[in-house]
């Protein structure tokens, strides 16, 4: 694991602790999204998904603070690796499952699959397969929301490998120079598939590197969902205020391997051991019982609520209809003059 300079590092030096509907709500999300990413790790092993799934273990306490610093008007742009994401913006689990299922209540008709799992409605607005290509599309929002003078904030989320790739560094200067309303979310889990952050990174200190663009940079425990939502308010608060983009590096640990099916038995067993340690919703769940912040019997509740809210969803997702011929090729080009032809 590398070596890192944490500007929040636990939840005590993270500002002033939210109130209890708030703590709650971020509790849900993780215990929900664990169970989730769980159960959809089995069945894309089973081979009863549609497509491949990519699991977020590790990442749930970003993605709470993501769903617990962001209006509904804001929105987020995010990756293939976009289950907690999309749950904390607001995307109900049935039509994610039902996009992974390749079924029609899915959030583009089972005909998008993970890669371009989308809600607009919620301002869920894209996800892609192409590492880093989220950023010009997020920068695209982020202008648009300065030219509108809306106030509302885009959040762009990626992995530490997305740093090394030519759209990030465009998206970077762009945001940069017009102080476009944005904040870059690194989701830092130090791995690009098989390849350690040090084997392609001269600096594994990816905040730095974001500093070069005159852009306010900061590296958060991950694990951390306390110190992960005072960072990310801050600089959403920054963004509204037409103060310009924030470079959020969050550090955590990929606890799984890059997809559902995918072997990782190349990770070093003791990194794996200490990151495994700091699993956040287990984590979190001890430390506010620890903080006389809740009670074991509430966080039982809560935990028996995610797991029925869980089971409704593949349930559902399970039952939903495949799409018909019929719907082949709608909603698929913005241009349909080719389809028209072939139809
Ligand atoms: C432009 C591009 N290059 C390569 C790939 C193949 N690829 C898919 S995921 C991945 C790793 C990306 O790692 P990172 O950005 O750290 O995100 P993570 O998967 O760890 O969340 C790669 C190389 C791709 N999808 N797009």
Not at 287 to 309: F, M, N, P, V
Request: glycine letters at 8%.
């Amino acid at each position: 694991m590398s070596e890192q300079t944490l500007s929040h590092t636990t939840t005590t030096d993270a500002g002033s602790v939210p109130d209890t509907a708030v703590l709650e709500q971020m509790y849900r999300l993780m215990v929900t999204t664990t169970l989730a990413d769980k159960r959809s790790t089995e069945e894309a092993k089973a081979g009863r998904l549609q497509a491949a799934f990519y699991p977020v273990r590790g990442m749930e306490a970003v993605c709470a603070a993501i769903g617990a610093a962001l209006t509904p008007q804001d929105r987020l742009v995010s990756t293939y690796r976009n289950l907690g994401d999309a749950l904390a913006k607001g995307v109900t689990l049935r039509s994610i499952m039902a996009e992974l299922y390749g079924r029609v209540d899915g959030t583009s008709k089972g005909k998008g699959g993970p890669m371009h799992l989308h809600d607009t409605a919620v301002g869920f607005i894209a996800t892609t397969g192409i590492v880093g290509s989220g950023l010009p599309i997020a920068v695209g929002l982020a202008l648009a929301n300065q030219l509108d003078g809306s106030g509302a904030a885009t959040v762009v989320t990626f992995g530490d490998a997305a740093t090394s790739i030519g759209a990030y560094h465009e998206a970077m200067n762009f945001a940069a120079l017009w102080k476009l309303p944005i904040v870059f979310v690194c989701q830092n889990n130090q791995w690009g598939e098989h390849t350690p952050i040090a084997e392609y990174a001269p600096s594994v200190e990816l905040a730095k590197r974001a500093a070069a663009y005159s852009i306010h940079a900061e590296r958060v425990d991950g694990f951390d969902p306390l110190a992960t939502l005072h960072a990310i308010e801050t600089a959403v608060e920054r963004a509204r205020r037409n103060e310009g983009p924030t470079f959020l590096e969050c550090v955590t640990y990929r606890l799984t391997g890059h997809s559902g099916t995918a072997d990782f038995s190349y990770v070093p067993r003791n990194e794996l051991e200490a990151a495994m340690k700091r699993d956040p919703a287990p984590t979190f769940r001890s430390w506010l019982i620890d903080q006389g912040l809740t009670t074991g019997e509430r966080i039982d509740e809560l935990d028996r609520e995610a797991e029925a809210y869980v089971a409704d969803a593949f349930q559902f997702a399970e039952n939903s209809p495949l799409p018909g011929e019929d719907e082949l090729f709608t909603d698929v080009f913005a241009d349909d003059t080719w389809v028209r032809s072939v139809k």
